[in-house]
């Protein structure tokens, strides 16, 4: 024990008397305490920037003490460090100007579809069909039958059986009046899916749009059921309410 503190003692002493075995250590201490911070960081950009801060000092401290293993390890984690942050920010780049660019998806996807002209009541797809496309509206006007709703040119519609577990179409669209629909097979949907964020994001935007108009369509049918039956109940004469 004594010649541990003995050894510390000494070894302490030479760090206090030289300038640079203080900045030596200095580096290593703020390099070991940037390595803990990043061990604890949740998130990815700031750990691999903690990580570049750590190899920095670390470096720092394998060349001024000198340590030759240190110092080799720091120079090689320092370049996989500063390229995966880079690219980590790079990524956070690009999922921010796909979020961003999103709306605009029908414009660049355009270029993979193909066109088809539908006269006024043609039904483009029944309920119950097999779905293999995403359909896309540039002139004319649209009817989903079974909701009675209405699709406006610009509108990327059919996406939802294609991602369905038995792809098959829950509603038959037709035309109202002669229409321009674009059209893109599902193979095709499904690599610009995986191969463009932006796509993506705008099918999920989709997706959730439907599922919420839809659970907002039903809630306000279960409404008006309960409040109609209630009011026919009220209208009721009491014998033949007990009836």
């Not at 956070?92 to 961003?100: F, G, I, L, W, Y």
């Not at 605009?104 to 043609?122: D, E, H, I, Q, V």
């Not at 409040?227 to 014998?239: C, H, M, V």
Request: charged share 20%; net charge positive.
């Amino acid at each position: 024990m004594e010649q541990a503190i003995d050894w510390l003692g000494s070894y302490l002493q030479g760090v206090v008397s030289s300038p640079r075995q203080m900045l030596a250590h200095a580096a290593a201490l703020v390099g070991v305490l940037l390595a803990g911070a990043a061990a604890l960081m949740r998130t990815m950009i700031p750990l691999r920037w903690l990580g570049v801060g750590s190899s920095l000092g670390l470096l720092v401290f394998g060349v001024l003490h000198p340590s030759p293993t240190t110092a080799a390890v720091a120079a090689l984690l320092l370049p996989i460090n500063v390229w995966r942050a880079l690219e980590m920010m790079r990524l956070a780049r690009r999922v921010t100007a796909a979020t961003a660019s999103a709306d605009l998806a029908s414009l660049w996807l355009k270029p993979y579809m193909k066109p088809m002209r539908l006269r006024a009541g043609r039904v483009l797809f029944h309920k119950g069909d097999k779905a293999d496309r995403l359909y896309l509206l540039t002139d004319g006007e649209l009817e989903v039958v079974e909701m009675q709703r209405l699709l406006l040119p610009g509108r990327v519609f059919g996406e939802i059986a294609l991602f369905a577990p038995d792809r098959v179409r829950t509603a038959t669209v037709r035309a109202t009046r002669p229409c321009v629909v674009l059209w893109i097979h599902e193979s095709t949907v499904r690599q610009l899916y995986f191969q463009n964020p932006a796509f993506g994001f705008h099918l999920i935007q989709l997706l959730a749009e439907r599922l919420s108009t839809d659970v907002s369509r039903m809630e306000r049918r279960w409404a008006e059921g309960t409040l109609s039956g209630t009011f026919s109940e009220a209208g009721t004469p009491p014998a033949q309410r007990r009836a």
